[in-house]
């Protein structure tokens, strides 16, 4: 910890003496054209960001977070959340079978119990995204996406220990207009991809205006069925969403959305890796002999309907402003997979889920500019699922499938008030304070078999947290910040078990300084270092004896590290982006892990390990992206070229670093037109332009260690027409 600490100075030091400093909140692409006065005197576009719970400049937020315009999202192919792995410096978006696991700075969660939510927070227009499932988020009409990095524990405080991302959608327009877009491609067996969106907005009456966005997705098997014959791995999404905006008064406005998510694939086919599948001790085994290639004893079923509901009001007084943001969650999900990854019939994992959640928050604020700004707030959550469990498993093919069938039922609340304050104590220094107080409860009941065996136990957390902060502008193009905070994901029970006690809370601090710099009209570089104590790591792995899960305690974990991004505009014509992270994570204390262990006839030997020392999982040591966007007027029209590339150095996906996946690159490009009335675009594109075979997941457990590959190379066009 000392040794770091002197390498921690030392590097702020010799980058303070740098002519071109920065911090670490880079803006990528700019969400929507701001008028010339209102741009930033560098050239570059500045963003306006809500990091801080009120509207600032990016470059003036003493917070890591990188900021994406819609423009940025599309260039680069990213239409989901989790694929901002390809833009976000220390972002993974990780997923196990439907759940959604990002990881940031090597935090993130592994759980998938009800409840269980993720330390990577997700909102929508500020509406908190609890279930792990319901986190696919596909990205139709957006005004920019947020991606803070480090603990965000007081202002939005939900668990985000490992950080948050926050997707902002526009609001209804009094203007009528509209786009509409028809994507099609192709990958591997022929395999369509199909995207069709539509986005219309316009206005009801003087005062409401509303909004309707559609998005049919849809991808035919790409992945062999060694089994069948034909394929795997289709997708077929409908998503629905509907904003209402009415604006009472000059001052007052009611901002009223609604969404309906559906998807049904069978894309939690895996595969065993490096055919490690205890199904291989058996007579009549098919192996897989290359990715993108499964052998199941039936067609996995990855099904889920998803309903939301959102509120949010404004008020706007002299000197205050005041928001209420109201959110409904209802998620039902069901799933069938297999759990030793071969066509032999050794486990199979049936599971259906059923989850509803509620939150509703109120926030007052000041609103007048001056040396002190301050805001305060209240926070309520709560939830309530249940869901049927058969991780039914044999120990050899000529036995019927048998294990324990598990009912739980789990509820939980959340009260939580919270308050910061920034006072500019002498010209541009700005001190910040933060405060949340959370008071959590957790209710837990299981059913083993159709007897009940946990009746109704509860537990609760109670936590304060902070922030101690200071920003300084060294000159109009220069600010540097230092941290220091705390936050904390209360207990949890499992699911997926039968203790009645749950899992201690994990607690994070963190220190962080970091620059943000535009040295130049054409440059902006930014800066961030951190460093974390991390206890309690709430870690789920798979049981020794089934395809269940355990739930357990890490003791502690020290992750230190830092990002550097860049944007260049050398030209009108032409934005460069680059972004480096480099993670140090490593588990300080975790003597009784779940170790798994390669066994010759395949599968794995499971035997506690001590992971004290080991690399954190999905933690790659260094990570990046370099882009370009080019530009060039051309036949009554413009003609434009975007480039992406995303790296990351090698991933342990087990905590005794048995299994990983290495070092890779994933790529994307397009070339468009648009004609000089904007009306319309045609582009031609590809991902994963080198077809690089990247395990976006793997899982070790007692029957296998299967895994996922990334989607392979897709080549396409779109049309897309503005009305």
Request: aromatic residues 10%; proline residues 5%; without cysteine.
């Amino acid at each position: 910890m000392k040794e770091f600490k002197l390498r921690l100075f030392a590097t702020a030091a010799a980058v303070l003496t740098l002519p071109l400093v920065s911090q670490t909140a880079l803006a990528q692409e700019v969400a929507g054209e701001q008028p010339a006065d209102e741009q930033a005197s560098t050239g570059i576009e500045d963003i306006i960001v809500t990091a801080t719970r009120r509207d600032a400049k990016l470059q003036q937020v003493p917070v890591a977070v990188t900021a994406l315009g819609g423009d940025a999202l599309q260039s680069a192919d990213v239409s989901t959340v989790r694929t901002l792995t390809q833009l976000v410096p220390g972002f993974v978006g990780s997923r196990n079978m439907g759940v959604f696991q990002p990881v940031v700075r090597g935090v993130g969660s592994t759980g998938i119990s009800i409840g269980d939510e993720p330390n990577i927070a997700t909102y929508i227009d500020g509406v908190y995204q609890p279930e792990s499932a319901a986190n696919w988020i596909d990205l139709v009409e957006v005004e920019r996406v947020e991606v803070l990095r480090g603990p965000q524990g007081t202002t939005f405080g939900r668990n985000a220990t490992g950080g948050l991302i926050n997707v902002i959608t526009p609001d209804p327009s009094f203007d009528f207009r509209g786009k509409a877009s028809l994507r099609a491609g192709r990958m591997r067996r022929s395999a369509g991809d199909y995207d069709a969106r539509l986005y219309v907005t316009g206005p009801i009456s003087e005062k409401a205006a509303i909004d309707l966005s559609a998005l049919f997705r849809k991808n035919d098997g790409y992945i062999d069925d060694l089994v069948r014959g034909g394929t795997l791995g289709d997708q077929r999404v409908i998503n629905l969403r509907s904003k209402a905006l009415f604006q009472a008064a000059d001052n007052f406005k009611i901002v009223l959305t609604g969404e309906f998510f559906d998807q049904q694939s069978t894309t939690n086919s895996p595969q065993p890796v490096d055919g490690n599948t205890a199904g291989r001790r058996f007579p009549g085994v098919i192996l897989p002999t290359g990715p993108w290639q499964a052998s199941l004893t039936e067609i996995p079923l990855l099904n889920l309907k998803r309903w939301t509901f959102a509120l949010h009001t404004k008020l706007e007084l002299d000197g205050v402003t005041l928001e209420t943001t109201s959110g409904f969650l209802n998620l039902r999900w069901n799933q069938t997979t297999d759990s030793d990854a071969s066509n032999l019939r050794l486990g199979n994992f049936p599971a259906i889920f059923r989850s509803e959640s509620g939150s509703q928050e109120i926030k007052l604020s000041s609103s007048d500019p001056g040396p002190f700004q301050w805001l305060v707030g209240g926070y309520f959550y709560q939830f309530g699922g249940n869901a049927f469990l058969q991780p039914w498993t044999a120990a050899n093919p000529t036995l019927p499938l048998a294990g324990p069938t598990l009912e739980p039922d789990l509820a939980g609340r959340s009260f939580a008030g919270f308050a910061d304050v920034t006072y500019e104590a002498t010209p541009g220094l700005f001190v910040n304070l933060g405060a949340r107080y959370t008071t959590e409860k957790r209710e837990f009941s299981q059913t083993l078999n159709g007897s009940l065996v946990v009746n109704d136990v509860d537990r609760t957390f109670n936590k304060f947290n902070y922030k101690v902060g200071l920003r300084y502008e060294i000159n109009n193009s220069t600010n540097v910040y230092a941290s220091w905070s705390t936050a904390f994901k209360s207990g949890v029970y499992n699911m997926a078990g039968t203790r009645n006690v749950p899992v201690e809370p994990e607690e994070i601090k963190a220190a962080e300084f970091g620059i943000k710099s535009d040295p130049l009209d054409w440059l902006r570089v930014n800066l961030a270092t951190y460093y974390y104590d991390y206890k309690n790591l709430q870690l789920q792995s798979r049981d020794s004896f089934s395809g269940n899960y355990i739930l357990q305690n890490a003791s502690n974990a020290e992750i230190y590290g830092g990002e550097l991004e860049a944007t260049i505009v050398p030209t009108s014509d032409l934005r460069l982006r680059a972004a480096l992270a480099y993670t140090h994570a490593r588990y300080k204390d975790f003597p009784a892990a779940q170790g798994f262990f390669p066994r010759p006839d395949g599968g794995n030997t499971v035997a506690p390990v001590d992971a004290s020392g080991n690399v954190m999982t999905r933690a790659p040591k260094w990570s990046g992206n370099v882009g370009f966007d080019w530009g060039r007027e051309l036949g009554g029209g413009r003609l434009n070229i975007n480039g992406n590339l995303s790296f990351s150095s090698r991933l342990y996906y087990d905590f005794a670093n048995n299994f990983s996946q290495g070092a890779y690159t994933l790529s994307n490009m397009s070339i468009g037109w648009t004609p000089e009335s904007e009306t319309w675009k045609v582009s031609l594109w590809a991902t994963n332009l080198t077809n690089e075979k990247v395990f976006q997941t793997m899982r070790p457990g007692a029957l296998s260690t299967d895994g996922f590959y990334e989607q392979p190379r897709k080549i396409g066009a779109t049309f897309e027409v503005k009305f």
